[in-house]
């Protein structure tokens, strides 16, 4: 976590645990190597696959490291930042900004929280969660996001919603 000791500024970057990246690094490795390898050896000692398998093949290993890769880059990283009166969470592409002043409720939550009609920003396997109620334009939005510290939050919100 990175604080600039201020109320005003905070940012956290929650990762998965390192068994994660661990996991699908080696899943996307190996995919790599075992189509190198085929490639190889199919150059060396003639095809070792011919039309609807050498196809079928090389597709379902480029879709298994298409997986494996999106997986690393998109659903293990969290990021959380508070400027102003606005706080940002971030997952990927996805992204939700609103104002702190118009927070309802904010609960701790797990990884077991029912999620419907919330936007969720977990990032795989974390088990710690903050779940925010807040208004805008008249309609109620409720997110889920990942955190290590939702303590702090939980105050970090309190306290700017109270200073309205």
Not at 53 to 81: C, D, E, N, P
Not at 86 to 102: A, D, P, Q, T
Not at 143 to 148: A, L, R
């Amino acid at each position: 976590m990175k604080n600039s000791g201020s109320i005003e500024n905070y940012i956290e970057d929650i990762r998965s645990p390192i068994w994660v990246y661990l996991i699908l690094g080696f899943t996307l490795g190996t995919n790599s190597a075992i189509i190198t390898g085929v490639f190889f050896v199919s150059v060396v000692n003639g095809p070792l696959l011919s039309g609807f398998q050498s196809y079928f093949f090389y597709v379902a290993f480029l879709f298994g490291a298409l997986i494996s890769f999106y997986s690393l880059v998109w659903l293990t990283h969290v990021k959380i930042r508070c400027e102003g009166d606005f706080l940002f969470v971030e997952k990927g592409r996805k992204k939700v900004k609103f104002n702190i002043n118009s927070v309802e409720r904010v609960t701790k939550v797990d990884h077991t929280t029912r999620r419907k009609g919330s936007k969720t920003f977990m990032a795989l396997f974390c088990r710690t969660a903050l779940k925010v109620s807040y208004r805008t334009d008249d309609c109620s939005y409720n997110i889920i996001f990942s955190t290590n510290k939702p303590e702090y939050l939980i105050q970090l919100l309190g306290a700017k919603k109270i200073r309205k």
